[in-house]
């Protein structure tokens, strides 16, 4: 059995966690500023800091907001409980502490969990690797009208990886400000937010008279909540060390 710490419990993903659970994983308890109101409504304890939780678990799964980053990782480096983070928008300050981090307890971070989207991310970096610069390359990264941040995590994952391929890059959001030419190192990045998309991304090869294209569909958060309980479990066993959806899918 795998004992996790929810924090964001009371959000859409804390939900669909607390739905998809296997039966070899408990929620023992959560984390979420509304605890006072989720306390009765929850089948297990609810605190609003993760420092007030008295017990020990197998490892914590971060679905809260990135500015709780930091009181996470001190909390998990003090008690030496893993932590998955599956939220986004994180600043350079937070990604350099996550990192740092990891040499003191295990830490798992990754845009999305879904397996289809990261089999997307190494397909990108293939093409990319093999149309080479004369291919335009666009993401076009589509959300729910709640979505905090914008571009997605999941946009700038795609982005970082056909980055590595290329000898320059510079990342694109906004086009209407500037009148010029697409210079050839642009990765344009482009973000819809609208009703109840769960969460569409494609990425675009455009060459001399042939376009390529590679997109991934999600129709419901389970499958964002399979993956990152998948982490968790297998993040339990790790003592320290920086993992991501490579390393699991791997079996590194």
Same mark, same amino acid.
């Given at each position: 059995?795998?004992?996790?710490?929810?924090? #964001?419990?009371?959000?859409?993903?804390?939900?669909?966690?607390?739905?998809?659970?296997?039966?070899?994983?408990?929620? !023992?308890?959560?984390?979420?500023?509304? /605890?006072?109101?989720?306390?009765?409504?929850?089948?297990?304890?609810?605190?609003?800091?993760?420092?007030?939780?008295?017990?020990? /678990?197998?490892?914590?799964?971060?679905?809260?907001?990135?500015?709780?980053?930091?009181?996470?990782?001190?909390?998990?480096?003090?008690?030496?409980?893993?932590?998955?983070?599956?939220?986004?928008?994180?600043?350079?300050?937070?990604?350099?502490?996550?990192?740092?981090?990891?040499?003191?307890?295990?830490?798992?971070?990754?845009?999305?969990?879904?397996?289809? !989207?990261?089999?997307?991310?190494?397909?990108?970096?293939?093409?990319?690797?093999?149309?080479?610069?004369?291919?335009?390359?666009? &993401?076009?990264?589509?959300?729910?009208?709640?979505?905090?941040?914008?571009?997605?995590?999941?946009?700038?994952? &795609?982005?970082?990886?056909?980055?590595?391929?290329?000898?320059?890059?510079?990342?694109?959001?906004?086009?209407?400000?500037?009148?010029?030419?697409?210079?050839?190192?642009?990765?344009?990045?482009?973000?819809?937010? #609208?009703?109840? &998309?769960?969460?569409?991304?494609?990425?675009?090869?455009?060459?001399?008279?042939?376009?390529?294209? &590679?997109?991934?569909?999600?129709?419901?958060?389970?499958?964002?909540?399979?993956?990152?309980?998948?982490?968790?479990?297998?993040?339990?066993?790790?003592?320290?060390?920086?993992?991501?959806?490579?390393?699991?899918?791997?079996?590194?």
């Amino acid at each position: 059995m795998t004992n996790i710490i929810l924090c #964001g419990c009371g959000g859409r993903m804390g939900k669909a966690i607390a739905a998809a659970l296997p039966s070899d994983v408990e929620i !023992i308890a959560g984390v979420d500023i509304n /605890a006072s109101a989720l306390s009765a409504a929850l089948p297990f304890p609810v605190y609003e800091n993760i420092s007030d939780f008295p017990g020990k /678990a197998d490892v914590i799964v971060d679905f809260s907001h990135h500015s709780a980053l930091p009181s996470l990782l001190a909390y998990a480096k003090a008690t030496k409980t893993p932590l998955v983070v599956a939220t986004t928008g994180h600043t350079d300050e937070e990604l350099s502490l996550m990192k740092s981090s990891a040499d003191e307890v295990a830490v798992f971070h990754s845009g999305n969990f879904s397996i289809g !989207i990261n089999l997307l991310v190494n397909l990108a970096r293939q093409a990319a690797r093999t149309l080479g610069v004369d291919f335009d390359i666009e &993401i076009v990264e589509k959300h729910h009208n709640k979505k905090l941040d914008a571009p997605s995590g999941t946009a700038l994952m &795609i982005a970082n990886a056909v980055a590595d391929e290329r000898e320059e890059s510079e990342y694109i959001y906004d086009r209407h400000s500037v009148r010029k030419a697409r210079e050839q190192s642009e990765i344009g990045i482009h973000s819809v937010r #609208g009703g109840t &998309i769960v969460g569409e991304h494609e990425i675009i090869f455009a060459g001399s008279n042939e376009v390529v294209s &590679i997109s991934h569909s999600a129709a419901s958060r389970e499958i964002f909540a399979t993956g990152a309980l998948r982490a968790a479990v297998y993040l339990a066993k790790k003592s320290t060390g920086l993992y991501s959806m490579s390393d699991l899918i791997e079996g590194r």
